[in-house]
């Protein structure tokens, strides 16, 4: 199987890349201010690693320029940006719309490529976005650009799986719960253990742990699965 992990270098993606390539998969991966981190992984892993910046168009075009042409099995989109935790009436109008756009346009693309690769020999393949448990139930306050961007993806996707059928290409999303990334590093360590003892698990997951979910989604043992979402939250 030969996959692009869209994120990577890092946290959830860099544990998919290491556990893709244990069971022997062709593996590409995408990596933005990471440099040091995927030159490592490569190392390590011997997975191919590309620059890609989901805010820059020209990169954009360029990693869809290579979807298009590289005829990938599966694509998993956990490309993230950073934000900035405050309440909605402090976040003007213009900033919520530019992160959601920032957040979706790559995905987007690539994901269309992706379809567009796959129209005519209809090769069975997987298309996986990485959305968050903020999807699940009631969002959390300060995070109103990310809980929007997260359930435009979720539509997105259910789009695309409604569409993208045809092509033999499965879509689904996974949505994870906190999960010890860098991508919480902004977070006082003392709240995240008060945020630990409330968890069934007593802990926030793992990496590995989210990693071996998507994986699960774009191996064949999961052929049947169609438009789902997939919570992997430690039962919270």
């Known amino acids: 199987m030969k996959c692009l992990v869209v994120g990577g270098s890092r946290g959830i993606g860099r544990s998919l890349v290491s556990l893709l390539r244990e069971r022997a998969h062709d593996v590409w991966f995408t990596y933005n201010r990471s440099v040091d981190a995927a030159r490592a992984l490569s190392k390590e892993t011997g997975a191919a690693h590309l620059a ?3 805010n820059s168009d020209a990169s954009v075009e360029d990693l869809k320029r ?20 405050k309440s909605l009436i402090k976040t003007p109008a213009d900033e ?3 992160y959601i756009t920032r957040g979706v346009r790559g995905a987007y693309s690539l994901s269309t490529a992706f379809a ?6 209809k ?6 976005h990485v959305l968050s448990s903020v999807v699940l139930g009631a969002p959390p306050e300060r995070q109103g650009p990310y809980v929007g961007l997260k359930y435009l993806l979720w539509g997105m996707s259910r ?11 499965r879509v689904n999303t996974v949505s994870p719960g906190m999960t010890r990334t860098d991508f919480i590093s902004d977070l006082p360590e003392r709240f995240i253990e008060t945020l630990e003892t409330s968890l069934p698990m007593g802990r926030l997951l793992k990496p590995e742990e989210v990693a071996a979910a998507i994986r699960f989604l774009i191996c ?6 169609r438009d789902v979402n997939l919570p992997v939250t430690g039962g919270a």
């Open 66 to 85: 290579t979807v298009l042409t590289e005829k990938f099995d599966s694509l998993v989109y956990l490309a993230a940006e950073p934000f900035e935790r």
């Open 116 to 121: 567009e690769s796959n129209r005519t020999d």
């Open 96 to 98: 919520y719309l530019t």
């Open 159 to 169: 789009s695309m799986a409604a569409e993208f059928g045809k092509y033999n290409i």
């Open 220 to 225: 064949n043992h999961s052929s049947a699965l």
């Open 52 to 54: 890609y910046d989901q």
């Open 123 to 128: 090769r069975p393949a997987s298309l996986v």
